[in-house]
């Protein structure tokens, strides 16, 4: 049977000649044949050249993503389980470092819009597209084959699947319900992860480099003559940054976030590991905590702030940089000369050369000198597509007060 077929308007194929693997909807002239969601069509410039094989999505502006570009392929069950085996081995080397890992990044690994994490021996699974949802079983049966996993758990509860106009499913989809929660190893630091009510699937993976170095900078810090860091860590989640300080060697440290479930969780994680260090945790809104430790006249050798998504999308840019540059202000306001600032971003509207100008801009407004240590982004196992800079959704600046 012949497959139905997308058709763009003249001079809309340019992208995919570079190919990018997204199509929005002003660039689709007709769609020839019967294409139900999810179903896999063929994509033809206006003058009917071959341009790739894409997932169809008619109720979402974003209209199609693609599968491949090569004619000769066929998008079947052998296509979609060399995919899953191939980003799974692409990651073995990674588990030496840690038992939490992302194992499928959606475009990265040409899996659009299926994201696939492992945490111990449970698998957890984003299906936030109508093309990976039409493949959902064999997607599943392919990445339980490839690591030999049996629990997996459904976590395809996102906004993205609205805009897909696909429900919200969460449960398991394999083996037996999770334990609440699941202990993984980071580096020898253990963390509890609730695969079935935390943010995202669960723990903030893409952020493993990045304790780390937090790790390696308290060390760093500690290993200098006077008293040991403080350290602040702002929208602390379960704690992720204040155990890798401690496990650095931290002094002192203040964990802050509105979410009293996500501290509790924090706490746990802190008694698993059996810190000693002086730890206190703060349920308050960041943006009235770090206006509130100036005025107690707190200062701080290591600060972290790692907030959630500012931007949904373009149209929160102006709104999403002015809550950058607040954090930024007052947060270099409270770092001690020589301290270290690691400040991030999660909006994927916001590019790494706005952020890092809003930081700039903080940086002017507190009077303070700071210098730009390195860029930071998500781990190796969040690799972006090089046809597609949208993946870099995760970006993040070290500086240190020189001033």
Same mark, same amino acid.
């Given at each position: ?68 570009? &090569? ?25 030496? &470092? ?22 111990? &021996? ?28 049996? $629990? ?13 106009? @696909? ?42 480099? $990045? ?42 440290? @203040? ?17 698993? $590991? ?30 972290? @702030? &790692? ?20 954090? $930024? ?64 959704? @995760? ?9």
């Amino acid at each position: 049977m012949k497959p139905a077929e997308l058709w763009l308007k003249p001079g809309k194929e340019k992208s995919l000649l570079r190919r990018h693997p997204w199509i929005y909807d002003t660039a689709v002239a007709r769609v020839t044949g019967r294409a139900e969601a999810g179903a896999t069509v063929a994509v033809r410039a206006a003058d009917g050249r071959y341009l790739a094989w894409a997932a169809y999505a008619p109720a979402s502006t974003l209209r199609a993503r693609c599968w491949g570009f &090569d004619e000769t392929q066929r998008i079947d069950v052998d296509f979609i389980a060399a995919r899953v085996h191939a980003a799974v081995a692409r990651r073995a080397h990674l588990a030496a &470092d840690s038992d939490a890992l992302r194992l499928v990044f959606g475009e990265a690994d040409g899996l659009p819009g299926f994201v696939a994490d492992r945490y111990a &021996d449970w698998l957890v699974v984003q299906l936030q597209a109508t093309g990976a949802e039409a493949w959902r079983e064999m997607l599943i049966d392919a990445l339980v084959q490839a690591t030999g996993c049996g $629990n997996v758990f459904d976590r395809s509860d996102s906004a993205t699947r609205q805009r897909e106009g @696909l429900p919200a499913t969460s449960g398991v989809l394999r083996g037996v319900t999770p334990d609440a929660p699941i202990e993984v190893v980071e580096h020898s630091i253990r963390y509890g992860v609730d695969v079935q009510r935390g943010h995202k699937t669960g723990f903030y993976i893409d952020q493993r480099d $990045n304790r780390l170095l937090v790790r390696q900078l308290a060390a760093r810090l500690a290993a200098a003559p006077g008293r040991a860091p403080r350290v602040l860590n702002c929208f602390c989640y379960t704690g992720g940054f204040s155990l890798a300080a401690a496990a650095g060697g931290a002094g002192e440290l @203040l964990s802050v976030d509105s979410s009293a479930d996500a501290l509790a969780l924090a706490q746990d994680n802190w008694a698993r $590991n059996g810190f000693t260090a002086a730890a206190e945790w703060r349920g308050d809104d960041v943006f009235d905590a770090l206006r509130a430790l100036r005025d107690e006249g707190r200062v701080f050798d290591l600060i972290v @702030l &790692d907030p959630p998504k500012f931007a949904a999308s373009h149209h929160h840019v102006e709104r999403a940089a002015r809550a950058y540059k607040d954090i $930024n202000l007052n947060g270099l306001r409270l770092l001690a000369p020589g301290g270290y600032l690691l400040t991030f971003s999660c909006s994927g509207a916001i590019d790494v050369d706005l952020f890092q100008k809003i930081v700039a801009g903080a940086v002017f407004d507190a009077r303070v000198e700071a210098q730009m240590l390195r860029r930071l982004g998500a781990g190796e196992d969040h690799p972006l597509l090089m046809t597609h800079p949208e993946g870099e959704y @995760l970006k993040g600046l070290l500086l240190q007060r020189v001033g």
